[in-house]
């Protein structure tokens, strides 16, 4: 496992598109608890892309329980997309009650509003403190924690949202989601 924490930093640069923000305890990850395949996705809640993305994303650590473990990071396109920012701060204050996935998974479904006062709904149906996770939005406290995984994600070249790396090699989906699923079985 030591050696995928450091996989970001460790893999050899290949063109200048491989992963370049290491691995940490910020990230959220799903599937495999001690992978061999290392799936990272930067994602914008507001990206129709992603959102079309999600249920073959989710298929990943499902279809593989014992060697795929999926981590995401925050890729937030403001200029296309003014409300994906509160979004990350509402997926952030919710992973502090314990329901980042859950969070995720609801924002990333077709046809959901991300304005405020629907952020504060999917928290209520959720469970959360809502004067913890109002006050978390309000005071802005995730913020930092979604720049720097942009920062990460502009490090290392990304040029679009979802962008996917799988074991700290870009993997090209503009063309479909097959390739991510072509080079999970490659890494196996």
Known sequence: MQK?????????????????????????????????????????????????????????PAAHPAT????????PIELAHPLALKAAEASEAAA??????EMHDALLQ????????SLDKTAEALGLD???????LDDEIY?????EQQEGGTRSHL?????????????DVSGDMQALFDAVAAAA
């Open 4 to 60: 995928m924490e450091n996989l970001g930093s460790q893999a050899p640069a290949r063109d200048g598109y491989d992963l370049r923000a290491p691995l940490g305890p910020a990230d959220h990850r799903r599937g495999a608890p001690r992978p061999t395949i290392l799936v990272v996705e930067y994602a914008d809640f507001a990206s129709q892309a992603c959102r079309a993305a999600e249920p073959a994303v989710k298929m990943l």
């Open 68 to 75: 795929v473990q999926l981590v995401f990071r925050h890729y």
């Open 96 to 101: 502090a009650q314990g329901k980042f996935w």
């Open 110 to 117: 077709e046809g959901v509003s991300l304005h405020r006062a």
């Open 130 to 136: 809502m004067a913890l996770f109002k006050s978390s």
């Open 143 to 147: 913020r930092q924690r979604i720049r």
């Open 159 to 171: 040029r679009a949202a979802p962008e996917f790396f799988v074991n700290g090699n870009v993997c």
